[in-house]
């Protein structure tokens, strides 16, 4: 899966609830463009270039699966929601939003609607006060400098005020500070690693991913499972039995939690309909042996998928071994997950149908996703 670009968003208003106007921006940037990982204080500033109210401004850093011309068209959106009419003049003018693209990482855009970095940010004072907040070590892709000497060179003599209050970042809404260790699982397509990779990157997680792809029984079981059904089985059970205790007995002081795309037990879920009943009798043994010593999610998240769904996640993704994958081992496969959550009375699940959510591609989806985690 992609990471995602940082983009560093300057917001200004002048009209109306200056404010609420910057904070409506910033809730409408977080749902539609990307997550926000820290905002500037708010700073007053005189009107640049024209006579005027004085301006409330500030900078935020964004990270934001979109490409640079999106998330302009976006912002663009935004400032029309908002109540923004631009003029064809090129003239300065009042608004009451204000949203460029001042950097997006190290690309350098000149494009006929967008330059990227933002032309005028050097000699603008109230963009590289608030950017000095969020991104002073920021390296300036054209000049070659850091924001702080920009702003330390910077000719503008406007007197910028900090405001004594400060935006709220729309994140912060998703607590999972409560957890240590949370494992997401789910049938094969449900989508559990790209949502256990999302959340990793914007809530500053430790992210744990299954080894399967390293597995050389995988492509031979979907040819001749009779075959090499327990050989599968007691290779992942050691292989996730030795990455689940080596990670999770490795301490990251620069992360808040752990979260991983499958927890231990999926083991002998498969097991079960993969293995005849004497070989699973023998399995199972195996499994609670090594299962009684490992450490157990505070949240099991099952992603829910229905089998046509799972069917075109697995063709799109195009591994070549699981291509033909039947309707009836999908549905056992779900039928031995929930058989499992419903009799576990220690873990702390959640099951969330995303049989119609698409929370890879739309915001929208993905958000949707986190408030189902979320929920009391």
Not at 274 to 298: G, V
Not at 302 to 311: F, G, I
Request: aromatic share 12%; charged share 30%.
């Amino acid at each position: 899966m992609l990471k995602p670009t940082t983009y560093h968003i300057a917001l200004g208003s002048n009209k109306g609830d200056k404010f609420k106007n910057l904070q409506a921006a910033v809730d409408a940037i977080y749902k539609r463009v990307g997550n926000i990982k820290l905002i500037s204080k708010v700073y007053k500033s005189p009107a640049f270039g024209f006579e005027s109210d004085d301006f409330l401004n500030c900078c935020l850093v964004l990270e934001s699966y979109l490409e640079p011309q999106d998330v302009l068209d976006a912002l663009l959106n935004i400032e029309t929601t908002l109540g923004r009419t631009r003029t064809k003049t090129s003239a300065y003018e009042a608004r009451v939003i204000d949203l460029d693209i001042v950097f997006a990482e190290n690309k350098i855009i000149n494009t006929k609607t967008l330059q990227v970095p933002h032309p005028e940010m050097s000699k603008r004072k109230f963009v590289l006060l608030p950017l000095n907040d969020v991104a002073s070590k920021m390296k300036h892709p054209k000049l070659q400098k850091e924001v702080f000497a920009l702003l330390d060179e910077c000719e503008d003599e406007s007197v910028l005020e900090p405001i004594n209050i400060w935006l709220k970042n729309p994140s912060r809404q998703y607590d999972f500070s409560k957890y240590n260790y949370i494992a997401i699982e789910g049938n094969i397509g449900a989508g559990k690693t790209s949502l256990a990779t999302k959340i990793a990157y914007d809530f500053n997680a430790k992210l744990i991913l299954e080894r399967f792809a390293d597995n050389p029984f995988l492509p031979k079981f979907y040819e001749d499972a009779n075959r090499y059904a327990f050989t599968l089985e007691m290779s992942f059970l050691a292989d996730r039995y030795q990455q689940i205790s080596d990670d999770l007995s490795q301490l990251d002081l620069f992360k808040d939690f752990i979260v991983s795309d499958y927890d231990v037990f999926k083991s002998l879920i498969f097991s079960k309909i993969t293995l005849n009943d004497d070989e699973f009798s023998l399995y199972r043994k195996l499994f609670y042996l090594m299962y009684k010593d490992i450490a157990k999610p505070e949240l099991y998240i099952y992603l829910y998928q229905n089998t046509e769904r799972l069917q075109q996640n697995i063709k799109k993704r195009g591994r070549d071994y699981e291509q033909n994958i039947a309707d009836d081992y999908l549905e056992k496969i779900n039928a031995g997950y929930l058989e499992f959550l419903k009799t576990q009375k220690d873990f702390n699940v959640k099951i969330i149908d995303v049989s119609n959510r698409d929370f890879v591609t739309s915001r929208a989806d993905y958000l949707w996703v986190l408030d189902a985690i979320c929920e009391a």
